[in-house]
């Protein structure tokens, strides 16, 4: 049997700490969310998640685009807001398979960021653009009052008005 090179057994033993470092800052993913408004920082009222909940599930029935709500109280160590709802929105598959027919609003409470985050299939009715636009217009300015139920609430409005275009 041969032996691997020296020199590449060599460097993968040296870059492992920090691979496996960069594997632990992010830390696991959490599963899937059972419902479409996952409040893990408690900042929903019962009643405004159940309602949302109804809503986006509405909606994913009529039209197959799913929207998730997700309020975390922090990020993730050493992870973006942008990459974190990235790998959610990657690792629960949210849309439609093969489509990319979802959206993932991510909201988190401790650093004060959100981020939409939408699939390729949505990508004419949810383009960057108007993702920042729906976030920094619509939801930003009831964060920063303290109101995540009208943050929330507000939208879900926006998010089913633009992919119902």
């Not at 909940?53 to 922090?74: C, F, K, P, W, Y």
């Not at 979802?102 to 985050?117: M, N, P, Y």
């Amino acid at each position: 049997m041969k032996n691997p090179p020296i020199k590449s057994t060599l460097f993968f033993l040296l870059l492992s700490p920090f691979l496996l470092h960069n594997l632990h800052a992010a830390g696991p993913l959490p599963g899937a969310p059972s419902k479409y408004v996952m409040d893990n920082a408690s900042v929903l009222k019962a009643s405004t998640a159940d309602r949302l909940s109804g809503q986006l599930a509405d909606l994913d029935h009529r039209t197959a685009d799913e929207l998730i709500i997700v309020i975390e109280a922090n990020l993730p160590k050493g992870v973006s807001i942008g990459e974190y709802a990235r790998q959610l929105y990657d690792r629960w598959n949210i849309g439609k398979r093969g489509k990319e027919t979802g959206a993932l609003l991510l909201i988190c409470t401790q650093e004060r960021q959100g981020r939409i985050h939408a699939g390729r299939g949505l990508a004419t009715k949810l383009p960057e653009d108007v993702c920042k636009k729906i976030f920094t217009e619509t939801i930003a300015p009831r964060l920063d009052a303290g109101d995540y139920d009208g943050a929330c609430k507000a939208a879900v409005n926006a998010l089913i008005a633009a992919v119902s275009r």
